[in-house]
């Protein structure tokens, strides 16, 4: 949970001359004003486009193709699977892709009300599913559930494979159940002002991906959908988690100003006079930069960050696209490599579940993120790994490149990921293609690996530790599902325990480790981080000035005897005690209550 928004999501709804005040939780700092844009979709996100009436005939093509394509996936599916009740299943979905009436009527849709297909597909299918689930006879009720997966299917068709080419209007407000991380990746060129959603956590990528890009956002709030219109206006407070709907003028006009006023800290010259940055007693740290976005290094650096500590590569990642191409790979590892210089850049490889991928062979998992994910799935389906593998090496000539393999649960994963290396290297080697030094690091973000951090540590050159996952697997919490985020204690005793086992083998084996996880880029957590012993913190470029004060602000001495009190708690919530005392006591200038644990 993040200790510094913890607002406790509540129903709290009241109109004030129209106005309805609604509390979530904020997860991403800013002022957001502007119109409502609604999302739908589970695999492939849309919204309702209005069309011009010359593009309507093109649409009813677009819609066309993907019928067919829906059609051929399915027969390609159903020949695979031996089971009967499988193939009565996709015999069902054929036929509501044939027929006539359902489709005819998606395209008059279109046709009447000059939309967009996935609109139309939406709305039709939405109606007829209702009509479905009014029927008292339990099995044809049931073809409700075929036309769900049918609908989603049309959708993801209509993704083709091609670029989504997607303008969004000026100060849109996007509001979803969940924004799936590409989904943001692609709305974010037109520049969104905020993000609402049902669901998600402080640490889910697409809130980490918000903070990475100066988006306000503000999750948990149920609902949302049925109670928004795209087009109506509303305020998305990202410090307090308010989101106001039906703004009166007056507020419109309030938050307007007060988004233009909010600073973006920006440390003076004198704050980045020193090029290392230390705590008062001069304990040297190592802040490095959590970074996506190749245009974002020169202000970490600028900044004070050295390299970049953690490249999420599997952004790059398209799920309409697949795969980035080896080719594609190389240029794009290559191009950050160089802008980053002797710092290096650490890359992790892809860390993907399988439900991400081109999906529509694949059963459901019931637990994605204790499933076929991560280093998992790259040793499972060795051809994209290989080929990612021989895309970092060729980018590692005359570049500081080095990969990161996620969700290590023991050494076994790293000695397989280092043969397959080295063979690709033998390969490359004898087509005399070229390649530099890389050194190889492990995530540490399984309770399994916290307890081999020393053997795991050996293997490899650094250790990156990484927190959001690590206090989702250690707790038990999902860290994407916002009814459980109560339960999403950074602060919990177990957690601190981890981390200072992880930063002790790293000290054992002297090895380096970076911690990478959004606690890092707290600065109430950092200082925690510095007194458990951490000397390397990786985060994104926006939380570097404040966690660079932070640091020197405070003596590694104090740190380390708040860090020896807190080791004394039993639970979460008397750690939290703690830090609130103590930090009030000691750094009491630093921290305000209301940037603490409540
Ligand atoms: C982590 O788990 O802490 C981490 C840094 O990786 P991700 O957030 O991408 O899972
Ligand atoms: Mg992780």
């Excluded at 406790?8 to 409502?36: C, P, T, W, Y």
């Excluded at 957690?495 to 890092?520: D, H």
């Excluded at 020896?564 to 305000?592: I, M, P, Q, Y």
């Amino acid at each position: 949970m993040s200790a510094l928004n913890k607002k406790k999501q509540n129903d709290l709804s009241h109109h004030k001359n129209g106005e309805i005040r609604l509390s979530g939780r904020a997860v991403s700092r800013g002022v957001g004003v502007g119109r409502i844009l609604s999302l739908f979709g589970q695999k492939r996100q849309f919204y309702r486009i209005k069309l011009e009436n010359s593009k309507i005939e093109a649409e009813i093509r677009r819609f066309r193709a993907a019928v067919r394509l829906a059609k051929r996936q399915i027969k390609k599916i159903s020949e695979q699977k031996s089971g009967k009740s499988q193939t009565g299943i996709f015999e069902t979905h054929l036929l509501f892709l044939e027929d006539a009436s359902l489709l005819s009527k998606i395209e008059d849709f279109i046709k009447r009300q000059k939309v967009n297909a996935e609109w139309a597909v939406k709305i039709v299918t939405d109606g007829y599913i209702a009509d479905y689930k009014a029927i008292s006879d339990e099995n044809l009720r049931d073809r409700y559930i075929d036309l769900e997966d049918i609908a989603e299917r049309l959708l993801t068709a209509l993704g083709g494979g091609g670029k989504a080419n997607i303008r969004l209007e000026k100060d849109t407000i996007i509001v979803a159940k969940e924004v799936k991380p590409s989904t943001l990746i692609e709305l974010v060129q037109s520049k969104p002002k905020a993000i609402i959603t049902e669901n998600g956590g402080w640490t889910s990528h697409t809130f980490i991906l918000a903070r990475e890009l100066n988006l306000p956002a503000v999750t948990g709030m149920k609902g949302i959908l049925r109670r928004v219109q795209s087009g109506e206006n509303v305020v998305v407070d990202g410090f307090s988690g308010q989101v106001i709907l039906h703004p009166k003028v007056e507020t419109l006009r309030q938050y307007k100003k007060r988004a233009t006023q909010i600073r973006v800290e920006n440390p003076t010259k004198e704050d980045l006079r020193h090029e290392e940055i230390k705590t008062l007693d001069g304990q040297k740290i190592i802040i490095r930069a959590n970074l996506d976005f190749t245009k974002d290094y020169a202000e970490a650096k600028r900044l004070g960050a050295k390299g970049i500590g953690l490249y999420r590569s599997e952004f790059l990642f398209n799920q309409n696209k697949g795969f980035p191409t080896e080719k594609e790979q190389i240029e794009i590892y290559r191009k950050i490599a160089k802008i980053v210089g002797d710092d290096r850049i650490r890359i992790r490889t892809f860390d993907l579940s399988v439900e991400q991928l081109a999906g529509e062979m694949r059963e459901r998992e019931k637990n994605p993120a204790l499933g076929l994910r991560a280093i998992r799935l790259s040793l499972a389906q060795e051809k994209q790994f290989r080929t990612q593998l021989r895309a970092l090496l060729r980018a590692s000539w005359e570049n500081k490149l080095d990969i990161v393999l996620p969700m290590v649960s023991d050494v076994s994963e790293i000695l397989r990921a280092r043969e397959i290396l080295e063979q690709e290297k033998e390969k490359l080697a004898k087509r005399k293609i070229k390649f530099g030094e890389m050194r190889l690091g492990a995530m540490i973000e399984v309770p399994s690996a916290v307890f081999l951090a020393e053997q795991i540590a050996c293997e490899v050159d650094f250790l990156n530790l990484g927190t959001n996952d690590l206090v989702q697997y250690l707790l038990a919490v999902d860290r994407d599902n916002e009814a459980v985020s109560d339960w999403f204690r950074t602060l919990h005793p177990s957690v601190l325990r981890a981390v200072k086992t992880v930063l002790q083998a790293g000290e054992k084996c002297e090895k380096p480790v970076i911690i990478c996880g959004e606690m890092a880029g707290s600065s109430v957590y950092a200082a925690i981080l510095i007194g458990l012993g951490a000397t390397e913190l990786s985060m994104n470029v926006h939380s570097i000035a404040r966690v660079r004060k932070t640091i020197a602000n405070i003596a590694f001495e104090e740190a380390r005897e708040i860090v020896k009190e807190l080791e004394t708690c039993r639970t979460a919530a008397e750690v939290e005690e703690k830090v609130r005392s103590s930090f009030l006591e000691k750094w009491s200038h630093l921290f305000g209550i209301e940037n603490l644990p409540v």
